[in-house]
């Protein structure tokens, strides 16, 4: 078992990280005429204001989880927490 069973296991996985690992489907872009810069604009935050209702005045047509998602990654919000008077990058409309 030892000689055998040791060996089969690791060389299954190692078969199996390089099949997924060329079968990933996530890629940036095949060019770079294909990246398009994400639209923002600048607001700045107000008393009372949270994240979902920035992301819902921002951008009312979208999912506001999908909108907050992309604030966060945007301003490189660590814990979501924002404060007044911050300055906040968002989607533009």
């Not at 107000?46 to 209702?53: A, F, I, M, T, V």
């Amino acid at each position: 078992m030892v000689f055998f069973g040791v060996p089969a296991i690791l060389l299954v996985a190692a078969l199996l990280s390089v099949a997924g690992f060329l079968n990933s489907p996530a890629k940036a872009a095949d060019s770079a005429a294909e990246l398009q810069p994400t639209s923002t604009t600048s607001v700045t935050v107000q008393s009372g204001q949270s994240l979902w209702g920035i992301a819902g005045t921002a951008a009312p047509s979208r999912d506001p989880r999908d909108v907050v998602a992309e604030i966060v990654q945007l301003n490189n919000l660590q814990d979501g927490r924002i404060v007044p008077g911050q300055q906040l990058f968002v989607p533009a409309p």
